[in-house]
Each structure stands twice: as C-alpha cells, then as structure tokens.
C-alpha cells in the first residue's frame, strides 16, 4: 500500500499527462510559456478570485506574498506552530518574527480565541494553515484582522480545493497560497505553487517579485526573487486538473468510508460543518502513537506524523518562543498520525487499514465500510 498513490493517478490519468508535456517539449518555451498564462486564467477562475500567480513552489509563494507586503526586519506576523516549517521559515527569511498562537485541540487549526492577545504594535499579519486540507476559522480570522488593520494569508498548501462557507480555499482573505508539490491535493511531478489575490496593486508586485523584481526586462524596480513556476511543470496541473472534480470527490469517498469504520471509535479531527476537507491527510489522534504505528507498519501499512515537533520548539525557532506558547500543539504533536489516502486508495484496503488500526488498539475490527455523516 502506498501513502499517496501518485503511480496509479498517473496511470489514470497517462494520456492526457503525456499529451501535455508533449506540446510543451514541440513548442520549447520551457519558461513562461504559454501553460503558464493557460494554468493560471483557470486556477483563478476555479477559487474566484481575480488573479492567479504561479511561482516556484509553495514556500515561494508564501514568501513573495510577505515581500509583496513589504513585510521585513521588526515586523511580527502571527501564525500556527502546528504545521509544515516552511510557514514561519518564509516570515524569519525577511527578518520578521513569527509569533505563535496555539492551535483548537478539535480542528488542529490555530484558535482564533488566541489570536488577539498575541497582536502587538508591530504585528502586520495572519498567516492561518488550512491544515490536513481543512480551512480554518477564516471568519473569526478575517474579522480579527479587520478590527486590527492586518493582512490575511491563508497558507492553502494543503487544501487546495476545499471550501468554506461556500468559497474556495485561497481566496478566502485577500491573499492565499498554495503548493503543487507532488503529493499535494493538486501536484504537479516536482515543485510548484500558486498565489491568489483580488488585489491589482499585491498581483502586480507579486508577479514582478516573482522574476526578480522586473517591470521590463532589466528593469528592477524591486528586489525579487527567481520564484518561477516552468511551463511543464503548469502543463502537468494542467492535465490533472481536467480530473480534479472527480478526485475530490473520490477523497471525500475515501474520507467518508475511514469516518464511517473509525468515529466513536477513536480521536478523530473533527470538521465543522460549514467547511469541507479535501483529505491532503486523514488524521488520527492516538494516546500512545508509536506501538500502533508499529503494528501498522509490520502489516505493510505506511503512516506518518503531521507533525512531531511544533515549530515554536524546533531548535533553530527557539529564539522566538518556547514550549509554553503553544501547550495544545506541543500535547497533539505527540498523538496525531496520519492514515494511507488518496483518490485511488480503495474501500477494501481503507478497509484493511482499519482493522488493523482498530486490532492494534484492542478495539473490534469493523464489518464492511458504511460511509456515514461528517463527525462533526
Ligand atoms: C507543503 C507545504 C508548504 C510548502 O510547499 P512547497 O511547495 O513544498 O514549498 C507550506 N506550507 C504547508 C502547510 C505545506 O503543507
């Protein structure tokens, strides 16, 4: 079993894939090319919002977000410890701070309840993660940062494709970032990322930013960055996306059948209504993680930890923070473990992984798979 099928969706998806990169090696323009313009007029128009920037990776656009802001030294930015690191490294790579506000204990997603009382005088912005592929509070989020005068970045590395009350992940605030790494909800087969915003003037920067700085060619008018996303890369999404709908829909199957063997059974993320999870992971919380991963791993059943150490206790942020800023992301970091999913994994083998998951905590294997409602 494989954590995330990227062979069987390629096999899928084979003739359409090749036939893209194809076009691209006949027609040679490897950069900014046209799949460039082509990917983004449709990723902005698939979120809403009115204009898609392709960059590099989703570190990189989460950094040209924050350059855009002229957002650097002195400046605090406030967001999750509970994710990938590349959200506060983007912050501490321009000089600012990365200040932490600790995650909901029922979402995994930072608490809004926390967020006002770490807003200071130099504070410029939010940057919430949409982890496991699920938004977070962004109402509460919004609301705050409208009182506060502050920026909004969504960090949709993960959730690209879900929604939240009725609006696509990425434009849900005026800015939102996402990654087509490879095993991304939507990846392309190396690195990639995109940056939504409505916003004229921050697309405008962005898209210089994104080629060093340029407003002509060798004229820079800001410091940037060689953020590019390549023509084949753009090509890959491309292809992938004409099949995206149909693969939400197979992880949301997916998702329904794990909830259906595994709620009321054990720690569950739970996922308000008014929001859907596109399952980037599907994730339990266990009280003693490391003997049932073993179990699971004896069974040839692959599983992971998103994460194991917060970033506010990683050794190089140490300087910024320490373990008692973030007490509910230090406690889950040491429970969560992530499941085998994906738009090709099965019903039977879902199946299998739960009974072995179930068997290795002593609790009785299910019958057959009855996707059941939301958890809640
Ligand atoms: C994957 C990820 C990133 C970084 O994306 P890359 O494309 O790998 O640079 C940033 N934030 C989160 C939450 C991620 O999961």
């Known amino acids: ?182 095993s991304k909800p939507l990846g392309c087969y190396g690195d990639g990322g995109a940056i939504f915003t409505s916003d004229d003037a921050l697309a405008e920067a962005m898209r210089e930013i994104r080629v060093h700085g340029q407003s002509r060619r060798y004229v820079h008018t800001r410091i940037g960055v060689g953020g590019r996303m390549d023509t084949l890369q753009c090509a890959i999404v491309l292809a992938k996306l004409d099949n995206f709908e149909w693969e939400l829909q197979q992880r949301a199957r997916a998702g329904a059948t794990y909830d259906a063997l595994l709620s009321g059974k054990l720690g569950l993320v739970s996922r308000p209504r008014d929001r859907s999870c596109v399952f980037a992971q599907y994730t339990v919380v266990l009280d003693e993680r490391e003997p049932v991963q073993a179990i699971l791993h004896a069974a040839g059943i692959p599983s992971t930890v998103h994460y194991p150490v917060p970033m506010h206790v990683q050794p190089a942020y140490a300087g910024w923070c320490g373990p008692h800023d973030a007490p509910v992301a230090l406690a889950l970091a040491a429970k969560v473990l992530s499941l085998p999913i994906g738009p090709y994994l099965d019903d039977a083998s879902i199946t299998q992984v739960c009974a072995t998951l179930l068997g290795a905590l002593g609790l009785a294997a299910p019958g057959t798979a009855q996707p059941s409602a939301n958890p809640g």
């Open 1 to 182: 079993m494989q954590f995330t099928d990227l062979k069987a969706q390629y096999q899928a998806n084979r003739e359409n894939i090749n036939a893209r990169i194809q076009a691209v090696l006949d027609h040679g323009q490897y950069i900014m090319g046209p799949e460039v313009a082509e990917l983004e007029a449709r990723l902005a128009a698939y979120c809403g919002a009115r204009h898609c920037i392709s960059v590099a990776s989703g570190t990189e656009a989460l950094l040209i977000s924050l350059m855009a802001l002229g957002i650097g030294r002195g400046d605090e930015v406030i967001t999750t410890p509970f994710s990938f690191i590349a959200t506060a490294e983007a912050i501490v790579l321009l000089g600012a701070v990365p200040v932490f506000a600790d995650i909901d204990h029922a979402t995994c997603n930072i608490d809004p309840a926390l967020i006002e009382d770490k807003i200071s005088a130099r504070t410029r912005a939010i940057m919430p993660v949409s982890l496991y592929g699920q938004p977070a509070d962004m109402e509460a989020i919004n609301a705050i940062a409208a009182r506060h005068g502050l920026v909004v970045i969504e960090d949709a590395a993960q959730s690209f494709g879900a929604t939240y009350q009725g609006k696509h992940s990425c434009n849900l605030s005026p800015i939102g970032c996402t990654s087509f790494f490879p």
